[in-house]
């Protein structure tokens, strides 16, 4: 495995990435014929001769430069391993993306970006909301660094980024933007390419040009493509779509060659690699992840559209779909699909929320999304819960809004479990 040609096994070019899910990265052949990849148990390789242990050690480490047409050298898992190498090839595949670089879990990527990349003194700008995990990491960890922060709401971004900049320069060197675009729970779009000629503009001098990272979790890889756009680097909790059936939990960032090495060595030294187990369950996800968002987001449309004309109570929903303005330009522009994991308020504030939510059947009442059963969330007292409620509610976590994501169950056994909800908190339906 490690040293083979990782191109299509018979040569060939030109497949759709959703095709090769089934084969890229993996040579059957080494595996005694075996149609999938075993599971490579396996704490640490045998070198082929003393020389060969030492090249791939310094290959590794970046000391030697790795010859065309081969790899680094398989070492000791810490380092890499056959699965991992499968899992990372093909989300690049997907990312359309150099490579990538798979980790324990989402948290462990980010921190992994965060880690290589900040420096005491720094400087931070970042979109609000983010996935309350990364908000908490962002507010309370880093500032213990010595890294200076600055955030802007995302749906401000385009009008806030560039005075931000300025400002951030006379408190340090700006290091990092960090997106997290569709935002987690609210679906706002921010426009990637502005971004990019801001960034640009602003830190065009620096010897370390801020590097512009995404989160991508909620409608990549295969609805949005932030590369494409001018990001750097996109992170991943591989919990949600990509893995897809709610059974692990898994990170990835994916990118440049020259970025992802330095992330590499970060994960060696801190220990967040993937096991092989769960890179073999990312590998058989991935076989079925694009097949699987189109049905959840073709669902996820069906039940959008009854929340809006639902005839029980007046609701915001924040979906793709219904975006306005320059949202709905963005969405269009930068999107080629809506995804499955949406929100939408309810008058009433938090109890009315959480009556809806214990009233519901098919859909389970759990934190996490992007899997095939639908999930039902509060994100005010769950997901952000550790995020100031003032800030929450300035980046429109209100305690109103409940976020669904839609799984693969039929789109109208989903609305009437939603229906069977609304009537009973709020009555019986009104008459047309």
């Not at 990509?242 to 960032?253: K, R, W």
């Not at 769960?278 to 699987?292: A, D, P, Q, V, Y």
């Not at 800030?391 to 789109?411: K, N, T």
Request: some cysteine; overall charge negative.
């Amino acid at each position: 495995m490690g040293n083979t040609n990782r191109n299509s096994p018979d040569g060939k070019t030109g497949f759709r990435p959703e095709s090769l899910m089934m084969s890229h990265g993996y040579n059957a052949a080494l595996s005694e014929g075996a149609i999938k990849p075993p599971v490579f148990l396996t704490s640490t390789f045998t070198f082929p001769s003393a020389q060969a242990g030492a090249d791939f050690f310094d290959r590794f480490s970046g000391r030697k430069p790795v010859p065309q047409g081969e790899s680094e050298g398989l070492i000791y898992s810490r380092f890499n391993h056959p699965n991992m190498e499968i899992a990372e090839d093909r989300l690049a595949l997907l990312e359309q993306a150099d490579t990538a670089a798979v980790f324990a879990s989402g948290m462990a990527a980010i921190s992994a970006v965060f880690l290589t990349f900040l420096r005491p003194g720094d400087v931070l700008i970042y979109s609000t909301p983010l996935y309350g995990g990364t908000e908490t990491l962002i507010r309370n960890i880093l500032p213990q660094w010595g890294v200076r922060l600055l955030e802007i709401a995302s749906h401000d971004m385009s009008g806030q980024l560039k005075p931000t900049l300025a400002r951030a320069s006379e408190l340090g060197h700006v290091a990092m933007v960090y997106l997290e675009s569709p935002a987690n729970p609210t679906n706002v779009q921010v426009d990637f390419e502005a971004v990019q000629r801001e960034v640009l503009h602003a830190t065009a001098t620096d010897q370390r040009r801020a590097l512009i990272v995404c989160d991508n979790t909620l409608l990549g890889p295969v609805f949005s493509s932030p590369l494409r756009f001018g990001v750097d680097l996109c992170v991943y909790s591989l919990t949600k779509y990509v893995g897809g059936h709610s059974d692990l939990i898994a990170g990835s960032v994916a990118g440049e060659t020259s970025l992802l090495q330095q992330v590499r060595k970060t994960r060696s030294a801190f220990g967040s690699q993937l096991d092989p187990h769960t890179c073999w369950m990312i590998c058989r996800s991935l076989e079925t992840l694009t097949i699987r968002m189109q049905r959840a987001a073709a669902s996820g449309s069906k039940v959008a559209a009854w929340l809006v004309d639902n005839p029980y109570v007046p609701v915001t929903l924040f979906h793709p779909e219904y975006a306005q303005g320059e949202q709905k330009q963005l969405y269009e522009k930068q999107c080629s699909g809506p995804g499955s994991t949406f929100s939408f308020t309810v008058p009433g504030g938090r109890a009315q929320a959480f009556a809806i939510i214990d009233q519901l059947c098919l859909i389970k009442s759990a934190v996490s999304l992007g899997g095939t059963e639908s999930l039902v969330c509060h994100p005010a007292s769950t997901t952000h819960s550790g995020v100031a409620p003032a800030q929450r509610e300035a980046s429109g976590v209100s305690e109103g809004l409940i976020r669904l994501s839609v799984g693969l169950e039929h789109p109208d056994d989903l609305i009437a479990d939603l229906g069977h909800a609304f009537a009973h908190v709020f009555g019986p339906a009104r008459v047309a």
